[in-house]
């Protein structure tokens, strides 16, 4: 089991910036792959970013490539979203996911086993 906890969300006006953190503890977190969706009101939850086991692949949604950056510090068992030039768009409750196995399809939250309980990010115009 791999247990994740998400902090770093808040109200922030447009054009600003937050940075997410995912705190991994019960398994070795540098042998899973990394994965941040988020889900706006009433939308499904949708793929924002990825990034491999060993943080040399990392992989964006369209909609946020160029603004977000996804990271990992797997000496601290930690992955992270950089979010900048945030768009009122951009609001939603942001979860990260793990997941073992190759790193392929990973925009499929189907592909994650383990995610995290999610936390708000609200972006004011």
């Known amino acids: 089991q791999v247990q994740l906890v998400e902090s770093g969300g808040g109200l922030v006006q447009a054009g600003g910036s937050l940075k997410l953190s995912c705190a991994a503890s019960?398994?070795?977190?540098?042998?899973?792959?990394m994965g941040w969706f988020r889900q706006a009101p009433g939308e499904k939850r949708e793929f924002v970013a990825a990034?491999?086991?060993?943080?040399?692949?990392?992989f964006y949604a369209d909609s946020v490539k160029g603004r977000f950056t996804i990271s990992r510090e797997n000496s601290k068992d930690t992955g992270y979203l950089q979010m900048n030039s945030l768009k009122p768009e951009d609001t939603a409750v942001y979860f990260c996911?793990?997941?073992?196995?190759?790193?392929?399809?990973?925009?499929?939250?189907?592909?994650?086993?383990?995610w995290g309980q999610g936390t708000q990010v609200t972006v004011s115009s």
């Open positions: 996911a793990a997941r073992p196995g190759y790193f392929s399809a990973y925009s499929n939250q189907a592909n994650y086993a383990y």
């Open positions: 019960g398994r070795t977190f540098s042998n899973y792959h």
């Open positions: 990034i491999s086991s060993s943080g040399g692949s990392t």
